[in-house]
């Protein structure tokens, strides 16, 4: 490389933002308290019920390879998404990539990640998939994150976008520190299917979350109550 292409890349790496901490708060014992409404229908029925609901996040295991950071959840919000009375809060992985990436595998995608982790053999080659992408730090006013085959659309859909910096909703909660005053971020998810809105606060985590399905009645309003982590048994 010629002396000045090198310095035309150290002057764009210069500016481009890079993350310096987790945009969750990585560690084992950390919840988020919920409350909201779930609409759902029920099955072989057309009757649509609603009713409110309270709800908890919390990561119950860290693990850490190299670069790669996961905490393992338990009820995350989406967990909600076609809800049924015996709905109960399922285990999830949100795989954070050199501070930037964060991808979260659901389902059956789980158990066979959470093998690899544990496993020193295990390369983790191919461990995440671009589909699962989740976040992209730092988040900023209008960034756009999603698949690379989805980075090119001429529309709005099938990719993550940061539409709004908002007046922080979280000041007074239970476990905010005083004087904490945001930022505060909406971030949308659209497919011709579903809607999908979650309210972001880098350093605590997702503040709300609202699912909307186009098709059979879906739907998903939450907002959090509090914040904290357990005290180590």
Known sequence: MTPWLLSLALGFLGQSQVAERHEFPFEPG???????????????????????ITWRMEIVEVITRDWTTVAVLKGHPRDLVFFDQKREPRTSLLVSVNLQKYYLLEGDRVQPALNRLKDPKDLLIGLVRESELFLEAPVSLGKRFCDTEML????D???????????????????MQPGWNG????MSFRSPSSSEFIGFAPGIGITSYDFNHHGTSSEVQLKLTAFGRTAPR
Request: charged residues 25%; proline residues 10%.
């Open 30 to 52: 950390m919840y988020w308290n919920y409350e909201g409404n779930v609409v759902w229908t029920e099955p072989g029925t057309s009757a649509v019920q609603r009713r409110p």
């Open 152 to 155: 090119t659309r001429t529309d």
């Open 183 to 186: 930022p505060e971020y909406t």
């Open 157 to 175: 859909l099938y990719c993550w976008w940061v539409d709004e910096e908002r007046e922080p909703s979280i000041k007074s909660i239970p476990g």
